[in-house]
């Protein structure tokens, strides 16, 4: 099956430095990705939708200067948080959805991240 | 605002019993709804899904219901097994012809013996 991966799974930081996930699809190329956020007891909030080879579309509410991201390949997008705090703190996943596929079912989650800044 | 509710945090079901997970939503324009479902420390998987058009889809143990008037639905799982314990996310198409989707809280589903 269709296999996502975040990179690193789990991060300690702190206040003020800058942080960057990694999303692979490894077995699938995938031209859209999508980057969630989800705070303990909370769904996971859409972030952004980020796009191979032209700029990442932000949700509402979503600062672009501090949630950066660049998906250079068909295979990989990154995240920046720039300058995180505190409040930053959160799991972040990301899904990738499958060139090949026709709707919203071919949409593969990576494992997630879990942020902590200090 | 909450457009996606999972109102029951968690669900404690005996083996072979049926789990009904429920879900509500509060715009009407949704058309397109999916449940996915969580292992600890992996990504959701898409479990199953139901257009607007249709009140009823089954897939194996799996079903989901839909009622567009009481902008519910719910996945009916049976005979419920232990590997089914995971936490299910009810999901709603934010908009038309996109992936977009907006996610409930979960529901965190234990299957005993």
């Known amino acids: 099956g269709a296999v996502v991966s975040q990179h690193p799974s789990r991060v300690i930081c702190k206040s003020g430095t800058s942080v960057k996930i990694e999303c692979r699809s490894l077995?699938?190329?995938?031209?859209?990705m999508f980057w969630y956020r989800q705070f303990p007891k909370q769904s996971l909030m859409l972030m952004a939708t980020s796009n191979e080879g032209s700029k990442a579309t932000y949700e509402q509410g979503v600062e672009k200067d501090k949630f950066l991201i660049n998906h250079a390949s068909l295979t990989l997008s990154t995240l920046t948080v720039t300058s995180a705090h505190p409040e930053d703190s959160s799991f972040y996943i990301c899904s990738a959805r499958d060139l090949r596929g026709a709707g919203t079912d071919t949409q593969y989650f990576g494992p997630g991240t879990r942020l902590t800044v200090l | 605002d909450q457009q996606v509710k999972q109102n029951s945090p968690s669900l404690s079901v005996q083996e072979g019993r049926i789990s009904i997970l429920n879900c509500d939503y509060t715009?009407?324009?949704?058309?397109?709804f999916l449940w996915y479902k969580k292992y600890p420390a992996e990504g959701p998987t898409f479990l199953i899904s139901i257009s607007s058009i249709k009140d009823k889809n089954e897939d194996g143990r799996f079903t989901v219901f839909l009622n567009k008037s009481a902008k519910h639905l719910s996945l009916h799982i049976v005979p419920s097994q232990p590997g089914d314990s995971a936490v299910y996310f009810c999901a709603a198409r934010a908009e038309p012809n996109t992936d977009k989707l907006i996610f409930g809280t979960g529901t965190r589903l234990q299957v005993f013996p």
């Open positions: 715009n009407s324009m949704f058309d397109y």
């Open positions: 077995d699938f190329q995938a031209t859209t």
